[in-house]
C-alpha cells in the first residue's frame, strides 16, 4: 500500500510538472511575440531575388546580399537587366555567413561592366578550388511594416515583400 501511494504522488508530481512547463512554455513564447513587436520599423534580410539599381537616384538600391553556409574560394555574381543581357563578376575568398557588396567589390566582369543607370537581378553561384559547392541564399532587404500573431508564432508582415517568420530572418538591421 505504501509504494502505491509512493507511485500516486510521484504521477502527481509528473502532472504538475508538465502543468508548470506547458505554463513556462506558453510564457516564452509570448515573450517572443512581444519581442518580434519591436522590429516594426526595421529592414531585416530574408531570402529573396535582390535587386540593385546603377542610377544616380538617391534611394536607388546599391547593395547586394548573400549567406554562405560555408567558406567559398569565388563567388560568381550575375547581374541580368530586364532584357536578358547578364553581366558576371567575381568575389574571391568569401568567408561563410551574411555578406553585402556593391557594384565596387566586384572585379573581372565579363562581357563587360554592366551600363549606369539600369536595374539589375542578381543570382549567385559559389565554388571551392577542391570542387565543392558551398550553400548560397540570394537575400534581400524587406522592412517590417507589422507583425501579427498566431499560436504558430509571430509573422512579420513586410509589405510587398509579402510574410516572413522569425526563423526565416537572416539578419536584422
Known sequence: ??????????????????????????????????????????TVMVEGK????????????????????????????????KEGNAYRAELPNVKAGVKSYSLDDLSNFEPASPPEGTRFYVSFT???SNGDTPNIV???KAKVESVAFSSGGSLLELGVNGTATLGQVYEIE
Open 126 to 128: 559559389a565554388t571551392n
Open 50 to 81: 535582390p535587386v540593385i539599381d546603377t542610377s544616380d537616384q538617391q534611394d536607388a538600391n546599391k547593395v547586394f546580399s548573400f549567406a554562405l553556409d560555408s567558406d567559398a574560394g569565388n563567388v560568381k555574381v550575375t547581374l541580368t537587366d
Open 138 to 140: 540570394a537575400l534581400k
Open 1 to 42: 500500500m505504501t509504494s502505491q501511494l509512493a507511485q500516486f504522488n510521484t504521477a502527481s508530481g509528473v502532472e504538475k510538472l508538465n502543468d508548470k512547463l506547458n505554463s513556462v512554455g506558453t510564457l516564452v513564447s509570448s515573450m517572443q511575440q512581444m519581442n518580434a513587436s519591436g522590429w516594426v520599423g526595421r
